[in-house]
């Protein structure tokens, strides 16, 4: 992907229909994170979602919700439904009809208009990066991952380069969705994470992607001796 909006962004989607290798079979995991989240979104949205405030309430006859990142699949169906029925306890008419739209683009830049939602969710989709690093693909940089996929064994040039894009990518997704809440909107973020004293090679994930890594690189190397 770019950070220039002018430059066409590369889509890279996940795997549809509903085959063993589609998203669909393979997204267990980030389905039961969604219904883990629920009793702790149902609460928060009980106790903090403030539908009465004036600036909230004139922004639209409306009620607004965008799942971004959403993949194939019904696990986006799923954590909307949660959110409308816990908003539905709060506020909202029980057969108030209700209208759905896919909007393309990066989450990364602004994708709706100014303060024209009510409420963002995000699961399982912001440690997407909008791009690789420049320095892991510059040959002259110190950061340059040379025959590597993961970062776990290469220099630490390289973890920091990634934590330098993370952060930026952040920053612009968190600008980005300041501008499309209205006052008293609610933005919820799902996201995978490990403790500072924790180092990345003792976490399991990571040893899982060394592995794959590793048979990659050796798949790779025996296609080019063939």
């Known amino acids: 992907m770019s950070h220039s ?114 409420f963002i969710h995000a699961s399982h989709a912001l440690h997407w990066l909008s791009q690789v690093p420049n320095e892991v693909v510059d040959e002259n940089s110190p950061a340059w991952n040379r025959g590597k996929i993961f970062y776990l064994s290469a220099p630490e040039e390289v973890g920091k380069a990634y934590a330098a894009q993370f952060a930026k990518d952040v920053g612009m997704f968190l600008d980005a969705r300041a501008t499309e809440l209205v006052s008293g909107g609610m933005l919820v973020l799902i996201i995978g994470s490990f403790r500072n004293e924790i180092s990345p090679s003792h976490t399991l994930a990571s040893v899982l992607f060394d592995l794959l890594e590793s048979t990659l690189l050796d798949m790779a190397k025996e296609a080019s001796l063939n």
Request: contains cysteine; proline residues 7%; hydrophobic residues 35%.
């Open 5 to 118: 909006r002018d430059t066409m962004v590369k889509s890279c989607p996940m795997n549809g229909g509903d085959d063993e290798y589609s998203y669909t079979k393979n997204s267990m995991f980030q389905k039961e994170t969604i219904s883990a989240a629920k009793e702790i979104i149902d609460k928060e949205i009980a106790q903090k979602l403030d539908v009465k405030n004036p600036l909230f309430a004139s922004s639209s006859s409306s009620f607004r919700i965008a799942d971004l990142g959403c993949s194939v699949g019904p696990n986006t169906f799923i954590a909307m439904e949660n959110v409308i029925e816990a908003v539905k306890h709060k506020s909202l008419p029980p057969k108030r009809p209700y209208f759905a739209a896919g909007v393309p683009g990066s989450f990364h830049y602004q994708l709706f208009p100014t303060s024209s939602l009510h």
